[in-house]
């Protein structure tokens, strides 16, 4: 990738950026011109995701999900608000009664305690730089995270070569995760129209980082404590549960948590309205802004479902007398539009929102059914009186996942939610905090989050995450309870909450990994500096000449910062995976497609369909098709004969294909036996490219002979991974 290139890529991902958050801002101001501060600039960050999301998916629609197509339509919405949108002007712009539900005032901003500041920038300094460090391992040598090579980030590159969002990309044969919401996947995309590469993929977590670590602030900000919601959200955001996984990776379970977090943000400021003592809430814009960010949480995961249902029930508790059909259309119609598009995509294909939910009860739904199974899908519940799998899967699970302190965490966690819901200021406030604790009860039924061979549920701890937004709304809420009003209980909590994320977290990351000095670089340059000039603001912009070399400062901080990213990205693909999981066997077959551009590219065993994105190239313009077949209502099949997978391979029309083994998730892992290799051997119009190893690239000339397979080759039995019926 060239200079000129690079840079051409990120002047359109900072005109799109700016262009969408140019009308964000210009329509709070318009619709809230009372909320300032950091209720403010959460709405306006709620409302450009939503602007980003919704204007992605209208033109993946139309199928031109392009980089210029982006731009301009950015460009349009930009001038569009700004000659329509006057600040001030907007239906809830005038103050109005309370039962009206509408924004009278605006949430308070009262000065908060001298160690506020100090408490928040420790914390956030060491929790970004703990990110960055993980962020710089991506950096390195390219996204290896299971997930993200899986499916996370073939997806968006599905969407950036076909332009569309109405497809679904088969990733292979064992799951359905196709029809997973793809809100995520989506943005990923748009950076890869825009630029024409995977780079800027590495740094979106960081901004998702830096969302949920605006919306705790801003939870606590209108009752003078917001260093402790910020401390609250940054112990559970420094766990071994997050952080070795979400930085530097397409993993979004700090979406989720991001935006769970901002719709409580928008929702706590709206209840404590001056104008409005009770904490209730109306059907207006504030409330929109928070059903889009619920909305918008549940189109990037299925799991943030359960929270954002307690989080309705909530809303509609605490909406005002006579207003709560209004709050209903309100809420819903704006979730719809932050998330629908997924799931009524998955509707109108299977006739199930929801396709890998099969009933409700004893009512059946339809959807297709899984020929092979990867491992069982438990939930927590299913083992909640097996002593023996506690003793030696969940709290141990637990210890990894929160630290060797996790039950002064949840001692924490769970009376205070108990002290909340009884002394919380306002009905929205104590409503939510019931949400939190529904929203953890939730979490035992949750598939997936005990999942593993029966008696064997080994990736308890790796989905811990699933707990972590439920568990994240109670400790954002403890420190709001009436309890903490006075100076010395708050400096006490401040002081116990900096404890539990020094305990609980992975701090001597910074001083112990190898990317410890770019972490530290990191958030001394987007943490510690941006800060402290803020904090001294008045008396660096005290005087006109201040003023002016304040911006100075800042626009040519600014331009080294854009100029140095380029050594940073041009090393990247330099390194871009070039040593990738050896011992699978992948390591040569990434580094031939690399650099490989256009080619039609198969899959074969599902070693290579879960670990596909490599396969893309540097360029992302491979194409890759997993080798199965079409199954009623979705489904995806894995082939069983030779004839047919020589078919299938014909129809295809690859210049390469991929051959490995089945992915063992039941034992230790060790890949099993998968029969593709051999049913290709042999034919004339394939030689092998990349080989021999357990993952092998053979070139195919021409059409494969189906006819002659060879009569000894393994037949339908021996399919690896079919569900017992």
């Not at 709070?28 to 300032?36: A, G, I, K, S, V």
């Not at 070569?161 to 497809?167: A, F, H, K, V």
């Amino acid at each position: 990738m060239s200079a000129a290139t690079y840079f051409l890529g990120l002047a359109q991902v900072l005109v799109l950026v700016g262009a969408l958050g140019y009308a964000a801002l210009r329509l709070r101001r318009h619709l809230l011109p009372e909320w300032n501060e950091a209720a403010g600039w959460l709405v306006t960050a709620v409302t450009g995701t939503g602007l980003l999301v919704v204007l992605s998916e209208l033109l993946g629609v139309l199928g031109i999900l392009t980089g210029w197509a982006l731009v301009l339509s950015g460009l349009v919405i930009a001038l569009v608000a700004r000659l329509r949108l006057n600040p001030g002007s907007g239906p809830e712009s005038t103050t109005a009664p309370p039962e009206g539900g509408t924004e009278a005032s605006g949430p308070p901003c009262p000065p908060v305690a001298r160690h506020g500041f100090w408490f928040a920038l420790v914390a956030t300094a060491v929790l970004v730089a703990q990110w960055a460090v993980f962020t710089s391992y991506s950096l390195d040598a390219g996204i290896s995270n299971f997930d993200s090579v899986w499916y996370h980030l073939p997806f968006a590159a599905d969407f950036f070569q076909t332009g569309s969002t109405l497809g679904f990309l088969r990733t292979e044969t064992v799951f359905l995760n196709w029809f997973y919401p793809q809100n995520s996947e989506l943005i990923h995309a748009v950076g890869m129209a825009l630029s024409g590469r995977d780079f800027f993929s590495i740094l979106l977590n960081m901004g998702w980082l830096a969302l949920a670590l605006l919306a705790a602030w801003s939870i606590g900000r209108p009752y003078a404590r917001p260093h402790l919601t910020l401390i609250a959200a940054a112990i559970l955001l420094t766990t071994h549960t997050l952080v070795v996984r979400e930085p530097g990776t397409a993993k979004n379970d700090i979406v989720a948590i991001a935006l769970i977090l901002s719709a409580v943000g928008i929702l706590i400021n709206r209840g404590a309205d001056p104008s409005d003592t009770r904490g209730r809430i109306g059907p207006g814009w504030a409330m929109a802004a928070a059903g889009l960010a619920v909305g918008l949480a549940v189109g990037t995961k299925v799991t943030a479902l359960a929270p954002a249902a307690m989080i309705t029930i909530a809303v509609l508790l605490s909406a005002h007398h006579g207003t709560r059909l209004r709050s209903a259309a309100v809420w819903f119609g704006s979730a719809f539009v932050g998330g629908g598009f997924w799931y009524l995509r998955n509707l109108l294909a299977t006739g199930n929102p929801i396709p890998q939910l099969k009933s409700i009860g004893p009512i059946e739904l339809p959807g297709p059914e899984r020929l092979q199974e990867g491992r069982p899908d438990f939930n927590v519940f299913h083992y909640i009186g097996d002593f023996t799998i506690w003793r030696e899967y969940f709290l141990p699970g637990l210890e990894q996942g929160f630290g060797f302190l996790w039950p002064l965490l949840f001692a924490v966690a769970i009376p205070g939610l108990v002290v909340l819901i009884w002394k919380g200021p306002g009905r929205i406030t104590r409503s939510l905090g019931f949400a939190a604790a529904l929203a953890m009860v939730a979490y035992l039924f949750t598939p997936l989050s005990a999942a593993g061979p029966v008696g064997s549920p080994d990736a308890f701890s790796i989905n811990l995450r699933f707990l972590v937004p439920a568990l994240a709304m109670a400790l954002v809420l403890i420190p709001l309870a009436s309890w903490f009003r006075m100076p010395r209980p708050q400096l006490g909590l401040g002081l116990l909450l900096l404890f539990l994320f020094f305990a609980t977290g992975s701090g001597d990351a910074v001083w112990s990994q190898s990317g410890g000095l770019f972490g530290v670089a990191f958030a001394v340059v987007f943490v510690v500096v941006p800060a402290l000039a803020w904090h001294y603001r008045r008396r660096l912009i005290s005087t006109e000449p201040g003023r002016r070399r304040v911006l100075w400062v800042a626009g040519a901080a600014l331009g080294g910062i854009l100029l140095l990213s380029w050594p940073l990205a041009s090393g990247y693909f330099d390194s871009r995976y070039k040593d990738f999981e050896p011992k699978a066997g992948l390591a040569e077959p990434y580094r031939w497609a690399n650099g490989l551009e256009d080619a039609r590219i198969g899959l074969a065993g599902t070693t290579a369909g879960f670990r596909q994105f490599g396969f893309f190239g540097e360029s992302l313009s491979n194409r890759l098709t997993y080798i199965g077949r079409e199954a009623p209502a979705g489904g995806f099949d894995v082939i069983r004969t030779c004839p047919e997978f020589r078919r299938a391979v014909n129809e295809a029309g690859l210049d390469y294909l991929v051959t490995s083994p089945f992915l063992n998730f039941t034992g230790d892992r060790k890949p099993v036996f998968s029969p593709e290799r051999t049913w290709v051997v042999g034919d004339p119009a394939i030689s092998i490219e990349v080989g021999p190893g357990p993952v092998e690239v053979w070139r195919v000339d021409g059409p494969l002979d189906p006819a002659a397979c060879d009569q000894s080759a393994p037949g339908p039995e021996s399919t690896p991974g079919l569900v017992k019926g």
